[in-house]
């Protein structure tokens, strides 16, 4: 797959469990967040090189991992806003789940 499929692939889960992405500039990828002004979880997309990397021909070939963590709250909570809170947290972790077990990777030229 190319970087480019790799990425509509992840937009497409993101906004199927309502997150939004952006280009991610520090490694040209993208970047999951949260529908809104909340900030419940931190997403991260981690590139490795893949053990079938062909560097003689210049072909790198990166598997990605997906995580996510919890970002703190702070301040006095209601039950309603605890309840949304649950709400982006478990949908965070289904699109986590799904992405990490499609064990993605693109090829790359150089």
């Known amino acids: 797959m190319t970087k480019e499929q790799v990425i509509a692939i992840i937009k497409e889960a993101a906004k199927r469990h309502g997150f939004t992405t952006c280009k991610y500039t520090m490694t040209r990828l993208i970047?999951?967040?949260?529908?809104?002004?909340?900030?419940?979880?931190?997403?991260?997309?981690?590139?490795?090189?893949?053990?079938?990397?062909?560097?003689?021909?210049?072909?790198?070939?990166?598997?990605?991992?997906?995580?996510?963590s919890l970002a703190s709250m702070g301040?006095?909570?209601?039950?309603?806003?605890?309840?949304?809170?649950?709400?982006?947290?478990?949908?965070g972790a289904l699109l986590v789940q799904e992405l990490d077990a499609m064990n993605l990777s693109y090829t790359e030229r150089h």
Not at 33 to 47: C, M, P, Q, R, V
Not at 50 to 61: C, L, P
Not at 75 to 91: C, M, R, S, V, Y
């Open 31 to 68: 970047e999951i967040k949260e529908s809104g002004d909340t900030h419940y979880l931190n997403f991260t997309i981690t590139e490795r090189f893949a053990e079938d990397t062909d560097w003689s021909k210049r072909e790198v070939t990166m598997n990605l991992h997906f995580r996510a």
């Open 75 to 91: 301040g006095e909570p209601t039950p309603e806003d605890l309840l949304k809170a649950a709400e982006i947290i478990k949908a």
